[in-house]
Every structure is written in structure tokens, then in C-alpha cells.
């Protein structure tokens, strides 16, 4: 049976805690109705949540393999658009240049269309402040996803 983790890691330093995961795959996978994905994007917030009470600033996110939510969604071809709704009401995702308010999308990151561009957006970084900057690489390289790139400051504890 295959499991699916979170791996995290401390900097002290400036009282961020970073995790990244990779959620179940999905319809024709490991995940036809979604409700795995759902589960785990909850488990990922209650982690996040967990190193907020105890001080830290989380920063996670990772290859989640579920679309973007958006309005009056249920289920689309990436997975329940839904599933990351409880992520977004609390914490900022990378794309969000201008805060919680911002649109819940972002620039494709996997699933190359013919000419070897990203079709859908699965990959996320999430954060309790506002993001300066969030790209995606040009090219996958040897992955089936684009590299996707942010920074977000993080004020002196």
C-alpha cells in the first residue's frame, strides 16, 4: 500500500518551518473520487497549523496534484478544485502577488501539452505572508513538472 508523507525541516534561525509533500495522483491512479486528496490537503494544513502554535512560520506546499479552487466547483479534470479551499482560507499561496484577496490560480506547472508547455497548475507553495515574487521554470528538465519558484519575506522574529 503506498503512503504518502510530508517531509519537513526547521531554520530556527528564522522560525520557518518548510515541508513539502506530494499528494495521491488521482483519477485512473490512486484517487478516482478525490477524496484522498481532500484528506491530505486537510492533514497538510493541520501540520501547518500545528508549527504556527508553536512559534514557527510554516512555508510547504509541494507536487499536490489537484487543480486550483475555483468558483462553483466541485471536481474537474485536475482533481476536487475544492480540496485546497481550507489552504488558501488561511494561508497565501506563491501566485497570490496581492495578498489573500488575489485570485486562486496561477502559471501552469505540469502536463505538457504538444508543444512541451504546462497545461494545469498541481504544484503549490504556501505561506502566512504575502509572496514578492513566485515564477516557473522555462523547461521541466528530466520531471514532469516546471520548477516553480517563490520568495516571500518573512519579518525578524
Not at 505561506?127 to 520568495?151: E, N, Q
Request: glycine share 8%; hydrophobic share 35%.
Amino acid at each position: 500500500m503506498e503512503q504518502r508523507t510530508a517531509l519537513c525541516a526547521s531554520i530556527p534561525s528564522r522560525a520557518v518551518m518548510a515541508c513539502t509533500a506530494h499528494f495521491s495522483a488521482g483519477k485512473g491512479y490512486d484517487d478516482n473520487d478525490g477524496s484522498w486528496r481532500t484528506k491530505q490537503a486537510v492533514q497538510l494544513r493541520g501540520l501547518a497549523n500545528t508549527f504556527k502554535a508553536k512559534g514557527h512560520r510554516p512555508v510547504f506546499g509541494g507536487d499536490l496534484n489537484l487543480v486550483p479552487p475555483v468558483p462553483d466547483a466541485t471536481v474537474d479534470q485536475g482533481g476536487p478544485s475544492t480540496a485546497l479551499r481550507p489552504v488558501y482560507d488561511a494561508y497565501q499561496e506563491c501566485s497570490q502577488l496581492n495578498g489573500l484577496l488575489s485570485p486562486r490560480t496561477g502559471k501552469p506547472t505540469a502536463n505538457a501539452d504538444a508543444n512541451g508547455n504546462p497545461t494545469r497548475k498541481l504544484d503549490y507553495i504556501f505561506a502566512p505572508h504575502t509572496f514578492s515574487r513566485c515564477s516557473v521554470s522555462a523547461t521541466a528538465g528530466k520531471s514532469d513538472h516546471w520548477t516553480l519558484y517563490g520568495t516571500v519575506p518573512l519579518p525578524a522574529v
